[in-house]
């Protein structure tokens, strides 16, 4: 098991941008594929973004691709999520979770998640 706490969530203008972090607990950081999940009321938590174990792989959902990037610093155990150009569609709770295969999207493939950060776009 992994331990994950998002920070960087808050309120933003359409076509702003923000910066999510994940920090993780565990020593062997590397040996898991981080990724980025999302939830707005109502709706299931939706796949974002993934990174493989030393970051030579990332994939976005189409819903976010060429806006959202992934990143991760296996020295200091973060995963970012860099995102641009918002609309209000984005908003939702944003969720980082850890997984030691590739490539899932699915939320019930992930047991490994952080408490969520809430992202609301205004319009």
């Known amino acids: 098991q992994v331990q994950l706490v998002e920070s960087g969530g808050g309120l933003v203008q359409a076509g702003g941008s923000l910066r999510l972090s994940c920090a993780a607990s565990e020593g062997t950081f590397g040996n898991y594929v981080l990724a980025w999940f999302r939830q707005a009321p109502g709706n299931e938590r939706e796949f974002v973004a993934a990174?493989?174990?030393?970051?030579?792989?990332?994939v976005a959902a189409d819903s976010v691709k060429g806006r959202f990037a992934i990143s991760r610093d296996n020295a200091k155990n973060t995963v970012s999520l860099e995102i641009n150009s918002l609309k209000p569609e984005d908003t939702a709770v944003y969720y980082c979770?850890?997984?030691?295969?590739?490539?899932?999207?699915?939320?019930?493939?992930?047991?490994?998640w952080g408490q969520g950060t809430q992202v609301t776009v205004s319009s």
């Open positions: 979770a850890a997984n030691q295969k590739w490539l899932k999207r699915t939320a019930t493939e992930y047991n490994n």
């Open positions: 990174i493989s174990w030393r970051g030579a792989s990332t």
